[in-house]
C-alpha cells in the first residue's frame, strides 16, 4: 500500500513539473505578443511629399528597436474619409497616432484630447490651433513643421528670372498652411517691389483653368506646400512649360512634376524628426504637451535640368556652384 502510495505521489509530481514545463515555454509567446504596439498612421493624400514623411516616420521608429506595426490608412483628400479613420484609431485606443498633413492632424485632435498625437507636413502648429505655442504646445498634439525658407525661395527665383515683374502664386483657399505661406510670399514680393497675381483652387480639377488664366499676366509662378497643388503638378507644369513660365516650389517632390526650383523642406527628414518624437513617447521619455515643435534648419537649393532645359533657360554659373542640379 505504502509502495502504491509513493508511485502515486510520483506520478503526480512528474505532471506537475510537466505543466510547469509548457508553462514556461508558452509565457515568452504571450510576453511577445504584449510587446508587440499597433500605432495608427494617417495620411491625407497620396503624393511624392507625404509619401516620403510616412517613410520617414516608419523607418524612424523601426530603426529605435521598437516592436511597433503600423496601421497604415491614406483619406484620399477626403474629409468623411478622414473622419471615419479618426473615430477608429481612437476606437482601438492606439497609444500613439500619426497624423501627414494640416488637415489629418486637425481632425484627429478634433476626435481627441487624449491620445498622444505626433503631426509632420503642418507649417504651423499654433496657427492650424493644434497647439497653444510652438514652443510649448500644452495639448496631445506635437510634431515636425514643414515651414520652408520662402525668403530664400523668393531670391531664388529672382536669380533664376531677373527682369521679372509680375510673381503668381495658386494654392488651395481652404488649406490654412497653404494661406499662411502666401502671406509670406506677398511680403517678400511687396519688399522688392513686385507685382503678385494671387490666385486659389478648391480642388485639383480646378487647377488646369486657373493655369490657363495666368497665362501672359505673369513672369513667373510660386507654389507653396501645397496638398492639392503637389498631386496636381504635372497638370500645372502642362501648361506652364510649354509657355516659358517656371514654376518654383515650396519643396523637391513637385520638382517631380515638372516644377523647375525651389529651396525647399525634405519630407523624409521631417518625417525622420516626427518619428523620433513619436518613438520618445512610446518609450515614455516625453509628452506631447512639453515637446516644442521641431524644425528642418538647412536648406538646400535644387534645380530641375530637365524643366531648365525646356524653357530655355540658362543656370548662372555662381547658383549652378551652390545648387544641386537634379533631372525629373
Not at 494640416?102 to 507649417?123: E, F, H, K, R, S
Not at 503668381?168 to 522688392?192: C, P
Not at 509662378?221 to 498631386?231: E, G, H, Q
Not at 530655355?312 to 551652390?322: R, T, V
Request: charged share 20%; with cysteine; glycine share 8%.
Amino acid at each position: 500500500m505504502k509502495t502504491k502510495k509513493i508511485v502515486l505521489a510520483a506520478i503526480a509530481a512528474a505532471g506537475l513539473i510537466a505543466l510547469n514545463g509548457c508553462s514556461d515555454k508558452s509565457e515568452p509567446a504571450a510576453d511577445q505578443q504584449k510587446a508587440q504596439t499597433t500605432v495608427g498612421i494617417v495620411q491625407l493624400v497620396e503624393h511624392p511629399a507625404l509619401d516620403e514623411a510616412n517613410r520617414g516616420i516608419v523607418e524612424a521608429v523601426q530603426a529605435r528597436g521598437l516592436k511597433v506595426a503600423f496601421d497604415q490608412q491614406n483619406a484620399q483628400a477626403d474629409q468623411s474619409n478622414l473622419g471615419n479613420i479618426a473615430q477608429r484609431f481612437v476606437s482601438q485606443k492606439y497609444p500613439l497616432i500619426f497624423a501627414i498633413a494640416t488637415p489629418a492632424a486637425q481632425i484627429m485632435a478634433n476626435a481627441t484630447n487624449q491620445t498622444p498625437i505626433v503631426a509632420t507636413a503642418v507649417t504651423d502648429f499654433e496657427v492650424a490651433k493644434l497647439v497653444k505655442s510652438n514652443d510649448k504646445p500644452g495639448t496631445n498634439v506635437t510634431g515636425s513643421s514643414d515651414l520652408n525658407p520662402v525668403e530664400q525661395q523668393v531670391a531664388l527665383m529672382l536669380e533664376l528670372f531677373p527682369d521679372a515683374k509680375r510673381i503668381g502664386t495658386i494654392y488651395n483657399s481652404s488649406e490654412i498652411n497653404s494661406q499662411f505661406q502666401a502671406k509670406i510670399l506677398k511680403e517678400e514680393v511687396q519688399k522688392r517691389g513686385l507685382s503678385l497675381v494671387e490666385l486659389t483652387v478648391s480642388s485639383v480639377n480646378d487647377v488646369q483653368q486657373t493655369a490657363q488664366s495666368m497665362i501672359g499676366k505673369v513672369d513667373v509662378i510660386y507654389v507653396p506646400t501645397d496638398n492639392i497643388i503637389a498631386s496636381a503638378m504635372p497638370v500645372l507644369t502642362k501648361i506652364t512649360t510649354p509657355a516659358r513660365i517656371g514654376v518654383i516650389t515650396g519643396e523637391e517632390g513637385m520638382l517631380k512634376g515638372g516644377g523647375l526650383a525651389t529651396v525647399g523642406v525634405d519630407y523624409y527628414n521631417l518625417g525622420r524628426i516626427a518619428g523620433d518624437m513619436g518613438a520618445d513617447i512610446l518609450e515614455g521619455k516625453s509628452k506631447p504637451q512639453d515637446m516644442a515643435i521641431r524644425y528642418q534648419t538647412e536648406f538646400k537649393s535644387k534645380i530641375n535640368a530637365a524643366t531648365a532645359e525646356k524653357l530655355g533657360i540658362k543656370i548662372p554659373d555662381s547658383l549652378a556652384k551652390n545648387a544641386e542640379l537634379v533631372r525629373y
